[in-house]
Protein backbone atom coordinates (compact mmCIF):
# COMPACT_ATOMS: atom_id res chain seq x y z
CA UNK A 1 0.00 0.00 0.00
CA UNK A 2 1.13 3.41 -0.35
CA UNK A 3 1.33 6.13 2.34
CA UNK A 4 -0.06 9.79 1.30
CA UNK A 5 0.32 12.97 3.34
CA UNK A 6 -1.16 16.28 2.32
CA UNK A 7 -0.46 20.04 3.32
CA UNK A 8 -2.37 21.59 4.78
CA UNK A 9 -4.67 19.62 6.65
CA UNK A 10 -7.40 22.43 6.68
CA UNK A 11 -7.20 25.92 6.03
CA UNK A 12 -9.92 29.19 6.17
CA UNK A 13 -9.24 31.49 3.54
CA UNK A 14 -11.03 34.53 2.02
CA UNK A 15 -12.88 34.73 -1.17
CA UNK A 16 -11.09 35.59 -4.01
CA UNK A 17 -7.32 34.16 -2.32
CA UNK A 18 -5.87 31.24 -3.99
CA UNK A 19 -4.57 28.27 -1.68
CA UNK A 20 -2.23 25.38 -2.95
CA UNK A 21 -2.57 22.06 -1.54
CA UNK A 22 0.62 19.59 -1.57
CA UNK A 23 0.73 15.90 -2.06
CA UNK A 24 3.38 13.50 -1.48
CA UNK A 25 3.66 9.92 -1.90
CA UNK A 26 5.79 7.21 0.01
CA UNK A 27 6.76 5.55 -3.56
CA UNK A 28 7.09 6.45 -7.42
CA UNK A 29 3.41 6.49 -9.07
CA UNK A 30 2.80 7.23 -12.89
CA UNK A 31 -0.65 8.80 -12.20
CA UNK A 32 -1.99 11.16 -9.02
CA UNK A 33 -5.68 11.97 -8.80
CA UNK A 34 -7.64 14.99 -7.24
CA UNK A 35 -11.08 14.46 -5.90
CA UNK A 36 -13.09 17.03 -4.09
CA UNK A 37 -15.83 16.36 -1.59
CA UNK A 38 -18.11 18.79 -0.65
CA UNK A 39 -19.64 18.93 2.41
CA UNK A 40 -22.43 15.76 3.14
CA UNK A 41 -21.67 14.46 -0.54
CA UNK A 42 -19.82 11.88 -2.40
CA UNK A 43 -16.14 11.86 -3.95
CA UNK A 44 -15.70 13.84 -7.46
CA UNK A 45 -12.72 13.36 -9.73
CA UNK A 46 -11.18 16.42 -10.68
CA UNK A 47 -8.37 15.80 -12.69
CA UNK A 48 -5.94 13.42 -13.12
CA UNK A 49 -2.11 14.56 -12.84
CA UNK A 50 0.47 12.96 -14.65
CA UNK A 51 4.37 13.27 -14.36
CA UNK A 52 5.64 15.39 -17.32
CA UNK A 53 2.21 16.33 -19.47
CA UNK A 54 -0.49 18.86 -18.53
CA UNK A 55 -3.16 17.02 -16.04
CA UNK A 56 -6.71 15.85 -17.65
CA UNK A 57 -9.18 17.27 -16.70
CA UNK A 58 -13.03 15.81 -15.55
CA UNK A 59 -15.80 17.78 -17.64
CA UNK A 60 -16.88 21.12 -15.16
CA UNK A 61 -13.47 21.67 -14.26
CA UNK A 62 -10.56 24.16 -15.60
CA UNK A 63 -7.10 24.23 -15.42
CA UNK A 64 -7.44 27.98 -14.59
CA UNK A 65 -9.51 27.28 -11.69
CA UNK A 66 -7.37 24.27 -10.80
CA UNK A 67 -4.00 24.36 -11.84
CA UNK A 68 -2.47 21.17 -11.13
CA UNK A 69 1.75 20.64 -11.16
CA UNK A 70 3.40 17.46 -11.00
CA UNK A 71 7.15 18.13 -11.13
CA UNK A 72 8.25 14.10 -10.30
CA UNK A 73 6.80 10.63 -9.69
CA UNK A 74 6.04 10.83 -5.68
CA UNK A 75 4.45 15.03 -5.53
CA UNK A 76 1.53 17.02 -6.97
CA UNK A 77 0.03 20.15 -5.82
CA UNK A 78 -3.56 21.36 -6.81
CA UNK A 79 -3.92 25.65 -6.38
CA UNK A 80 -7.41 26.44 -6.00
CA UNK A 81 -7.50 29.47 -7.65
CA UNK A 82 -9.41 33.03 -7.19
CA UNK A 83 -12.06 31.00 -4.24
CA UNK A 84 -15.26 31.68 -3.85
CA UNK A 85 -17.82 29.58 -0.44
CA UNK A 86 -18.32 27.49 -3.06
CA UNK A 87 -15.28 25.87 -2.90
CA UNK A 88 -15.63 24.88 0.60
CA UNK A 89 -14.77 21.08 0.70
CA UNK A 90 -12.60 17.97 1.46
CA UNK A 91 -10.33 17.97 -1.32
CA UNK A 92 -8.12 14.50 -1.09
CA UNK A 93 -5.35 13.35 -3.45
CA UNK A 94 -5.11 9.38 -4.47
CA UNK A 95 -3.28 6.98 -6.17
CA UNK A 96 -3.84 3.82 -8.04
CA UNK A 97 -1.92 0.40 -6.77
CA UNK A 98 -1.34 -2.28 -9.67
CA UNK A 99 -4.63 -3.92 -8.69
CA UNK A 100 -6.47 -1.24 -9.15
CA UNK A 101 -6.96 -0.11 -5.53
CA UNK A 102 -6.97 3.24 -4.66
CA UNK A 103 -5.14 4.59 -1.77
CA UNK A 104 -6.15 7.94 -0.12
CA UNK A 105 -4.16 10.91 1.29
CA UNK A 106 -5.76 12.25 4.76
CA UNK A 107 -7.45 15.50 2.78
CA UNK A 108 -7.21 19.03 2.77
CA UNK A 109 -10.15 20.42 4.64
CA UNK A 110 -10.96 24.14 3.18
CA UNK A 111 -13.45 26.89 4.06
CA UNK A 112 -13.68 29.93 2.08
CA UNK A 113 -15.29 32.93 3.91
CA UNK B 1 -23.30 5.79 -18.26
CA UNK B 2 -21.72 4.07 -15.87
CA UNK B 3 -23.33 5.05 -12.03
CA UNK B 4 -23.61 4.12 -8.51
CA UNK B 5 -26.68 3.96 -6.36
CA UNK B 6 -26.40 3.87 -2.20
CA UNK B 7 -30.16 3.66 -1.49
CA UNK B 8 -29.55 4.15 2.66
CA UNK B 9 -28.01 7.38 3.49
CA UNK B 10 -28.10 6.63 7.27
CA UNK B 11 -28.04 3.22 8.95
CA UNK B 12 -27.69 2.10 12.70
CA UNK B 13 -26.36 -1.31 13.81
CA UNK B 14 -26.29 -2.38 17.38
CA UNK B 15 -22.84 -3.63 18.35
CA UNK B 16 -22.23 -7.26 17.77
CA UNK B 17 -24.73 -7.76 15.23
CA UNK B 18 -24.40 -7.79 11.59
CA UNK B 19 -25.37 -5.10 9.11
CA UNK B 20 -25.95 -4.88 5.36
CA UNK B 21 -24.83 -1.79 3.46
CA UNK B 22 -26.97 -2.05 -0.55
CA UNK B 23 -24.93 -0.91 -3.45
CA UNK B 24 -26.31 -1.10 -7.25
CA UNK B 25 -24.52 0.64 -10.21
CA UNK B 26 -25.43 0.45 -13.92
CA UNK B 27 -23.03 -0.16 -16.27
CA UNK B 28 -22.52 -1.51 -20.02
CA UNK B 29 -19.07 -3.35 -19.58
CA UNK B 30 -18.65 -6.93 -18.92
CA UNK B 31 -15.46 -6.93 -16.60
CA UNK B 32 -14.64 -4.19 -13.76
CA UNK B 33 -13.67 -4.31 -10.36
CA UNK B 34 -16.09 -3.11 -7.45
CA UNK B 35 -15.04 -1.64 -3.70
CA UNK B 36 -16.13 -0.56 -0.66
CA UNK B 37 -14.39 2.48 1.02
CA UNK B 38 -14.96 3.28 4.34
CA UNK B 39 -14.80 6.79 5.61
CA UNK B 40 -14.10 7.39 9.37
CA UNK B 41 -14.79 11.30 11.08
CA UNK B 42 -10.88 11.54 10.63
CA UNK B 43 -11.66 11.37 6.91
CA UNK B 44 -9.13 9.21 5.85
CA UNK B 45 -10.82 7.01 3.08
CA UNK B 46 -9.72 3.30 3.65
CA UNK B 47 -10.47 0.48 1.25
CA UNK B 48 -12.97 -2.18 2.81
CA UNK B 49 -12.94 -4.77 0.24
CA UNK B 50 -12.91 -5.02 -3.39
CA UNK B 51 -14.44 -7.20 -5.96
CA UNK B 52 -13.44 -8.45 -9.45
CA UNK B 53 -16.55 -8.87 -11.73
CA UNK B 54 -15.53 -11.92 -13.77
CA UNK B 55 -14.75 -13.78 -9.92
CA UNK B 56 -18.41 -15.80 -8.94
CA UNK B 57 -16.91 -16.15 -5.36
CA UNK B 58 -17.84 -13.42 -3.38
CA UNK B 59 -14.82 -11.69 -1.42
CA UNK B 60 -14.37 -11.68 2.03
CA UNK B 61 -12.33 -9.81 4.49
CA UNK B 62 -12.90 -10.85 7.86
CA UNK B 63 -15.72 -9.25 9.25
CA UNK B 64 -16.49 -8.11 6.20
CA UNK B 65 -17.92 -9.91 3.19
CA UNK B 66 -19.87 -8.81 0.05
CA UNK B 67 -22.91 -10.48 -2.07
CA UNK B 68 -21.93 -9.87 -5.53
CA UNK B 69 -24.59 -10.12 -7.56
CA UNK B 70 -23.54 -9.36 -11.07
CA UNK B 71 -26.69 -9.96 -13.01
CA UNK B 72 -28.57 -7.69 -10.70
CA UNK B 73 -25.78 -5.17 -10.64
CA UNK B 74 -26.09 -5.50 -6.63
CA UNK B 75 -22.69 -5.64 -4.56
CA UNK B 76 -23.85 -5.26 -1.01
CA UNK B 77 -21.43 -5.37 2.27
CA UNK B 78 -22.20 -6.99 5.06
CA UNK B 79 -20.54 -6.38 8.47
CA UNK B 80 -20.48 -9.07 11.09
CA UNK B 81 -20.41 -8.79 14.72
CA UNK B 82 -20.08 -4.89 14.45
CA UNK B 83 -17.71 -2.63 16.10
CA UNK B 84 -17.86 0.95 17.49
CA UNK B 85 -14.62 1.38 15.18
CA UNK B 86 -17.23 0.35 12.34
CA UNK B 87 -18.66 3.77 12.55
CA UNK B 88 -18.03 5.53 9.27
CA UNK B 89 -19.42 6.78 5.93
CA UNK B 90 -19.09 4.07 3.44
CA UNK B 91 -18.67 4.30 -0.16
CA UNK B 92 -19.27 2.02 -3.07
CA UNK B 93 -16.82 2.44 -5.88
CA UNK B 94 -17.09 1.04 -9.65
CA UNK B 95 -14.10 1.10 -11.78
CA UNK B 96 -14.04 -0.87 -15.71
CA UNK B 97 -11.05 -2.66 -16.26
CA UNK B 98 -10.77 -1.02 -19.93
CA UNK B 99 -7.49 -0.33 -20.56
CA UNK B 100 -6.26 2.95 -20.24
CA UNK B 101 -9.78 4.03 -17.96
CA UNK B 102 -8.50 5.00 -14.50
CA UNK B 103 -11.64 6.45 -13.29
CA UNK B 104 -13.51 5.18 -10.31
CA UNK B 105 -17.15 6.36 -9.41
CA UNK B 106 -18.69 6.54 -6.35
CA UNK B 107 -21.84 6.30 -4.77
CA UNK B 108 -23.40 8.95 -2.30
CA UNK B 109 -22.59 6.68 0.68
CA UNK B 110 -23.69 5.38 3.88
CA UNK B 111 -23.20 6.90 7.23
CA UNK B 112 -23.05 3.43 8.98
CA UNK B 113 -23.87 4.48 13.07
CA UNK B 114 -23.03 1.86 15.74
CA UNK B 115 -24.99 2.26 18.78
CA UNK B 116 -23.17 0.50 22.11
Known amino acids: SAVISQKPSRDICQRGTSLTIQCQVD?????MFWYRQQPGQSLTLIAT?????????ESGFVIDKFPISRPNLTFSTLTVSNMSPEDSSIYLCSVHSLSYEQYFGPGTRLTVT | AQTVTQSQPEMSVQEAETVTLSCTYD???????LFWYKQPPSRQMILVIRQEAYKQQNATENRFSVNFQKAAKSFSLKISDSQLGDAAMYFCAYRPTTSGTYKYIFGTGTRLKVLA
Open chain 2, 27 to 33: TSESDYY
Open chain 1, 49 to 57: ANQGSEATY
Open chain 1, 27 to 31: SQVTM
